[in-house]
C-alpha cells in the first residue's frame, strides 16, 4: 500500500530551573538552558493524488504548432471534464514555444517550431487515476510527468504531527534535567523542521 508519510522534528530550548541548594550557591548568573529534540511521524495512505500531463506539437510555423496543441488540450480537458473532474481541480504548470533546429555539418536549419504545455490535475478520487491517464492519453496527451500522492487534510496531519513532537521534545527535556536534579522552565525558543517523502 503507498503512503504519504508527514515528518516533523522540533528543537526546544528550554530555561532550567535549578532547585538543589548546592547546585543554586554555585550557578552562574547566566539561566542555564537545555535544549531537546522531538520527533513525530505520521504514515497514512494518501486520498488524493495530482497527476501531470500534457501535449507537445510540433509544426512548421508557431501558430500552427500552437492550434494543434491548443486543439489536443481541448479534447483533454473535455476527457477531464467528463470524469467529474472540476474545473478548479486543473491548472496549468507550463507553456513554452521553442524553435525547433537541425544541426548539421556545423549549420543551424530551422525544421519548424514546438509548444509544450503541461497541465496539473487534482484527483480527489484516486480510483480514477488510471482513467485520467487513459482518457488524457487517447484525447492526444503525449507528455505524462507522473504521479504525486497526496492527502486532503494534510494541515491537520502536520499539525498533529507537530504537537507530538514537541510533547516529546518536553518529555525527554523533563527527563533529563530531572535526573540532573533541577526542573524546567520556560520555553525560550522552538525550531522546527519538516520531511516529506513517499515510501
Known sequence: ????????????????????ATQSSTASSTEPIVTMTGQSERSLAPDQAWVTVGIEARAPKPQDAQQRAAEVMNRVHAQLEALGIPAAGIRTVSFSLNA??????????????IVSNLIEVRVDDIAKVADVLDR?????????????????????VERDALRQAVEDAMQRAEVAVAAAGARLGVVTSISEQRFEYQP
Not at 107 to 113: A, H, K, M, P, S
Open 1 to 20: 500500500m503507498r503512503k504519504v508519510a508527514a515528518a516533523v522534528t522540533v528543537v526546544l530550548a528550554l530555561a532550567v530551573a535549578i532547585v538543589a
Open 100 to 113: 525547433d533546429w537541425n544541426y548539421t555539418n556545423n549549420r543551424r536549419t530551422l525544421r519548424g517550431y
Open 136 to 156: 488524457s492519453i487517447a484525447a492526444g496527451g503525449n507528455t505524462i510527468h507522473g504521479i504525486r500522492w497526496d492527502l486532503k487534510d494534510r494541515v491537520n
